[in-house]
């Protein structure tokens, strides 16, 4: 019996109830990573701030790693929430799934506390092991490595086993196999080799391919999901453009890893291989253009929750954006030679992250919430109007788009002086980092990281109240789900 | 292999390869909306954003030193025939995959 407008478990499923569980985690470390990057700025501005008390490089590493975590989080909670209502069977090992999410949160808190408190120390086999593995993005020590992959396989275990007993779609298939990759791939980055470029080779498997593989295949699952549950596209057509974009997205993007080969040593083939695919992987963006005008005119975009449509629209924006326009200005190895790793980097990082993942998590969150509130009404005539969801999103964009600015702007600084000018010598680097126009960059990134911050507040109030109190139910869309 | 570009192109490089997204999108924009409405006169703007997509690219080429070399020659060509061929055949799949619900507006087919 579904509770309207309360928060109540018994309106959830048992995998939405792990999933809340996976949201909630992803929200506070959504929220850590906006705070640790808010302090890894400011130490930008002044380099002494909290020195010896809190690294930049600690900052940058939590401000990092809480981004990968939380997004994984938000992934991981995503597959539980649409888990039995695709396979119409309920979770297979759901206890099994409940244990791992308990291990798993209590592992991240206890890596991210000795990130906190063993900041510097000798580098030894055992610091591998227990307190930092020392790659860029993904520092976890190896036990907490091994704990990741076991946790992503029982995930895969509930996937496959549950799909396998229950109805088996085309979302399921792709999703099962999907899993199968994530915890593959994941592999790749946990043994050393002493040759650095051959170490790095395997280490931007991880990377890359998880991002632009393994993260985007799940993302157009949730996705198919989204659009079904949200407009009520039938399903017969959402599948095949699940098949067709993860075909075009496979197409470029698995040897678009080459463009990460430039210049760690790897033999002279990888500036052909990593050109011709970057330049082809904003294709399969301007096919999804068409294919969103085509859906959109047919059935005049009519929703049942008004804050995750708009939050699935600022995933497309935000994807073709950081994804496409951002990567493609830089991805050519003829100029990446002076961009790769600069402010510019960051810049595209910032976008592409946030418009490709974080986006449409947050549309999740949404779907979570109105289900959570018994199907509550989430459409037009929200009280006040709706200002907190649209607040949220307006200065959440806004922030983000003017940190990418900023950012774009120190960039172009650095690979102006830094590279071209000084030949990546240390006196470069000093000169870009002290020039007027980097450092203005730096403070406008700050500025609108503040407003981020402000929009991430709101957010969560909003995510807290919406709905609360309504008696209105959803608006029902059709589909053939 | 590569030519590593100059200076002086910095700019240019990175503001052409941001009009060839920017092009790319708007003439599938255009494409899919003169198709959707039936609209014949969005066609011709839609051209004319490949034809700025065409200009973009060819600066961004030589801009980028790719001309001087055959391989990146061809993937110049390639993507040209690539962003020129995709939104047709987009929209070939969507009417396909659309053929079996009830579409509001018929489809223009043939210009």
């Known amino acids: 019996m579904a509770t309207l407008g309360m928060l109540d478990s018994a309106n959830l499923n048992g995998g939405q109830k792990l999933a809340v569980k996976y949201f909630t985690v992803a929200i506070v470390l959504f929220g850590a990573q906006i705070l640790f990057g808010l302090l890894s700025g400011l130490q930008y501005l002044y380099p002494d701030f909290l020195y010896g008390v809190l690294d930049f490089s600690v900052n940058r590493m939590v401000h990092i790693n809480a981004l990968v975590v939380w997004l994984l989080y938000g992934f991981l909670g995503s597959v539980y929430w649409l888990l039995e209502e695709e396979s119409q069977h309920e979770v297979v090992g759901l206890k099994l799934g409940n244990l791992i999410y308990w291990v798993l949160t209590a592992a991240v808190t206890v890596v991210v506390l000795v990130y906190l408190f063993v900041q510097i120390g000798p580098g030894k086999e055992s610091s591998i092991w227990l307190i930092n593995e020392g790659r860029e993005y993904i520092e976890a020590p190896r036990w907490a490595d091994i704990g990741i992959v076991v946790s992503v396989l029982v995930v895969f275990f509930n996937v496959a086993a549950t799909f396998s007993k229950g109805r088996y779609t085309g979302i399921a298939g792709v999703l099962v196999l999907d899993m199968l990759a994530l915890f593959g791939i994941y592999l790749a980055g946990m043994f050393y080799t002493t040759n650095i470029s051959i170490d790095q080779y395997w280490w931007w498997w991880v990377i890359h391919l998880w991002v632009e593989a393994t993260w985007e295949v799940m993302v157009a699952c949730i996705m198919a999901y989204g659009l079904m549950k949200v407009l009520g596209v039938s399903r017969k057509i959402v599948e095949t453009w699940l098949y067709i974009e993860v075909a075009l997205m496979f197409g470029s993007g698995i040897l678009g890893l080459g463009h990460h080969y430039f210049w760690i040593g790897t033999p002279e083939y990888w500036f052909s291989i990593g050109g011709f695919f970057s330049a082809l992987e904003p294709i399969p963006l301007v096919a999804m253009v068409v294919h969103a005008v085509f859906d959109a005119g047919a059935r005049h975009a009519k929703n049942n929750n008004h804050p995750a449509m708009a939050w699935l629209i600022a995933h497309a924006f935000g994807n073709f954006f950081g994804a496409g326009v951002w990567g493609f200005m830089h991805t050519l190895p003829q100029i990446n030679l002076y961009t790769h790793g600069t402010q510019w980097s960051a810049s595209h990082g910032h976008l592409a992250f946030f418009g490709a993942y974080a986006t449409i998590i947050i549309a999740m969150f949404y779907l979570g919430i109105q289900r959570w509130r018994g199907g509550t009404w989430m459409s037009g005539d929200l009280p006040g109007n709706g200002w907190k969801w649209k607040w949220a999103l307006g200065l959440l964009n806004l922030g983000m788009v003017g940190m990418t600015v900023a950012m774009l702007v120190s960039g172009y600084v650095q690979s102006q002086i830094e590279r071209a000018i000084e030949g990546s010598t240390w006196m470069g680097y000093f000169a870009a980092q002290i020039h007027p126009w980097f450092v203005q960059g730096m403070w406008w990134r700050e500025v609108f990281g503040v407003m981020f911050l402000v929009g991430f507040v709101l957010l969560v109030w909003d995510l807290l109240t919406i709905g609360k109190g309504e008696s209105r139910k959803m608006i029902e869309v059709s589909n053939a789900a | ?111």
């Open chain 2, 1 to 111: 292999m590569i030519e590593p570009a100059s200076l002086g192109n910095f700019f240019t490089i990175f503001f052409t390869s941001a009009m060839v997204i920017m092009l790319g999108a708007l003439y599938a924009l255009l494409f899919a909306f003169s198709r959707l409405k039936g609209d014949k006169r969005l066609m011709p703007l839609a051209y004319l954003s490949y034809a700025g997509l065409l200009i973009s690219t060819l600066f961004l080429a030589d801009a980028a030193n790719l001309l001087k070399h055959p391989f990146w020659t061809v993937i110049v060509a390639f993507m040209l025939v690539g962003y020129l061929l995709a939104p047709h055949a987009i929209w070939h799949l969507c009417v396909g995959t659309h053929a079996a619900e009830h579409v509001e507006v018929e489809p223009i087919k043939n210009y």
